[in-house]
């Protein structure tokens, strides 16, 4: 069953059992306080440089006349 929907559901359902009904929100929680560079909230000026580049580069397709 690894590797299938059925699969993940027993395997969460187990560490539920085992670890807690939070044990998703623990190690989800763990990750967040391990992070150390802050992500775009650290540096708002690159945030804002990174957007733009992003929205510059257009996916749509150029409407002839």
């Known amino acids: 069953m690894a590797g299938t929907k059925a699969g993940g559901k027993a395997a969460a359902e187990t560490n539920?059992?085992?670890y807690g009904a939070?044990?998703?929100?623990?190690?989800?929680?763990k990750g967040g306080r391990l992070g150390k560079t802050g992500g775009f909230y650290a540096n708002r000026e690159l945030a804002r440089t990174a957007g733009q580049q992003g929205?510059?580069?257009?996916?749509?397709?150029?409407?002839t006349v």
Request: glycine share 10%; net charge positive.
């Open 16 to 18: 539920k059992k085992k």
């Open 22 to 29: 939070d044990f998703y929100a623990k190690i989800g929680a």
């Open 55 to 63: 929205g510059r580069i257009s996916r749509r397709t150029k409407k």
